[in-house]
């Protein structure tokens, strides 16, 4: 039964966002311009991020929790978390998770998942 969960943007590999019990799921995040550096990168997807929770009804001030995967931790995680502090609600941070991950794509430093409550 699926009448309680609502999926946009939906294809064959994922929904982009999901909603259920009053929490906004957004799939993994990661910037357009693979040139541009980490903070750069970060930005993009933060900026992003930002859409998909207003299309979500909610916003970062509601966050609940992000994991962020870096594919060089050592190298950009400074960077990283220089843009994300720019972004973050500081009333409303949520619980984060930093990994080191090998990305789906060349060029990408940087993907986020992020939850809110609706």
Same mark, same amino acid.
């Given at each position: 039964m699926s009448s309680d969960i609502q999926r946009i943007d939906s294809a064959a590999r994922l929904s982009r966002i999901v909603i259920h019990n009053g929490?906004?799921?957004?799939? #993994?995040?990661?910037?357009?311009?693979?040139?541009?550096?980490?903070?750069?990168?970060?930005?993009?997807?933060?900026?992003?991020?930002?859409?998909y929770l207003a299309q979500a009804g909610t916003n970062k001030s509601r966050l609940l929790t992000?994991?962020?995967?870096?594919?060089?931790i050592d190298r950009d995680f400074a960077g990283?978390?220089?843009?994300?502090?720019?972004?973050?609600?500081?009333? #409303?941070?949520?619980?984060?998770?930093?990994?080191?991950?090998h990305l789906a794509?060349?060029?990408?430093?940087?993907e986020v998942i992020v939850s809110a409550a609706v």
């Open positions: 929490v906004a799921y957004i799939a #993994g995040v990661t910037a357009s311009n693979t040139e541009a550096d980490i903070k750069e990168q970060t930005r993009d997807a933060l900026a992003k991020i930002d859409g992000a994991q962020i995967w870096l594919r060089d990283m978390n220089a843009a994300w502090e720019e972004w973050v609600d500081p009333q #409303g941070v949520p619980t984060r998770a930093t990994c080191e991950a794509r060349p060029g990408l430093l940087v």
